[in-house]
């Protein structure tokens, strides 16, 4: 269950960036955290404080803030298209992924959780594809794509989802996934260290948004 909420995350997710663009499909993610707190709520009985709420928001804000490069013009002129209806779907499965490892988890560690995720994941997108995969001739792919595979593999996959099962299984579902409105910040640093000019001091606000609602979300509602 687990491989196939992974798998078809990945796969609505490249099917939908063929037609969406890159600033609408971010403002599509940002859905993600709200999404996950419905069903932690639906799945696990996790109830959402008003400090949580106040945080989500904040951090939405904060997120868009920054994807739209605190232009609000931009905003109003968002056009949803065929590519980001697919990826919204994408994230359903992403933000179902969270409380699911909760409920499915049995006592295994995050690596070895994770491995069963990914290899049932593997073995469910081969059965699927498996024409597709025959029918690629890989030793002919240019030397970027596989820098690009083995980076996803490794980076956005392996090690991400290892980190987001450990923090699944201590965490709510809504806060693990609100950290998520902390990468347009992160993009943001990427491109300053590959030397491109830096964004207008306007989408500051928006990074100081995003940070304010991580600190709200660092505090414990345990009590």
């Known amino acids: 269950m687990l491989g196939g909420l992974l798998a078809a995350y990945f796969v609505l997710m490249f099917w939908g960036l063929q037609t969406a663009a890159a600033v609408p499909t971010a403002a599509v993610f940002t859905l993600t955290p709200v999404m996950a707190a419905g069903f932690g709520w639906l799945l696990l009985g ?40 697919i990826y919204f779907f994408g994230c359903i499965a992403h933000a179902l992924y969270a409380p699911m490892v909760r409920k499915l988890n049995r006592g295994e560690s995050a690596l070895v959780f994770t491995f069963g995720t990914m290899l049932a994941g593997f073995g469910l997108l081969c059965l699927w594809g498996w024409r597709d995969v025959l029918a690629t001739d890989w030793t ?13 593999a490794v980076a956005a996959s392996s090690m991400t989802f290892v980190l987001l099962q450990f923090a699944t299984l201590r965490l709510p579902s809504a806060k693990v996934m609100a950290y998520t409105y902390l990468v347009p910040s992160w993009v943001i640093l990427w491109e300053l260290a590959l030397g491109r000019p830096a964004p207008p001091l306007t989408v500051l606000v928006g990074v100081a948004l995003t940070v304010l609602a991580l600190v709200l979300l660092l505090k414990d509602e345990a009590s």
């Not at 008003?50 to 904040?58: G, N, P, Q």
């Not at 002919?140 to 996803?152: D, E, H, R, S, T």
């Open 46 to 85: 996790q109830v959402t404080t008003a400090r949580m709420v106040t945080a989500l928001t904040i951090g939405a804000a904060g997120a868009l803030w920054v994807i739209f490069r605190g232009d609000p013009a931009a905003l109003l002129r968002l056009e949803v298209g065929r590519g980001e209806v």
């Open 140 to 152: 002919a792919l240019p030397a970027i794509v596989w820098i690009c595979l083995v980076y996803v």
